[in-house]
Nanobody, 128 residues
């Protein structure tokens, strides 16, 4: 049984930082490109970042603007999202997702994309 578990969310003031972690079990972690996406208070699904199976091809949404860094440790089956200079508009529930067909190459996110494996999400709230 595949499990995906996010952690690290919380309440932070604008300009602050958070580091999200996502640990998986039950899948061969280094077979998967991993994606962080978020669901906004307006219920919009947005792709945040993606990282290839060996750490290559990190991709970011335009709204990240150099503030976030994605990384992974395959020995720990864990992917991270370091978020700096947080803004109130970053308030959302953040999800770590994976799918055998997901790829960080090219157009890596579409709101209609389906993902086989999801975590429960971790809430990030940025106050102004």
């Amino acid at each position: 049984q595949v499990q995906v578990t996010e952690s690290g969310g919380g309440l932070v003031q604008a300009g602050g930082s958070l580091r999200l972690s996502c640990t998986t079990s039950g899948l061969t972690f280094d077979d998967f490109d991993m994606v962080w996406l978020r669901r906004t208070p307006g219920n919009e699904r947005q792709g945040v970042s993606c990282i290839g199976w060996s750490g290559e091809n990190p991709a970011y949404a335009d709204f990240v603007e150099g503030r976030f860094t994605i990384s992974r440790d395959n020995a720990k089956n864990t992917v991270y999202l370091q978020m700096n200079s947080l803004k109130p508009e970053d308030t959302a529930k953040y999800y770590c997702v994976a799918d055998p067909y997901a790829s960080c190459s090219g157009s890596w996110f579409d709101p209609r994309d389906e993902y086989a494996y999801w975590g429960q999400g971790t809430q990030v709230t940025v106050s102004s």
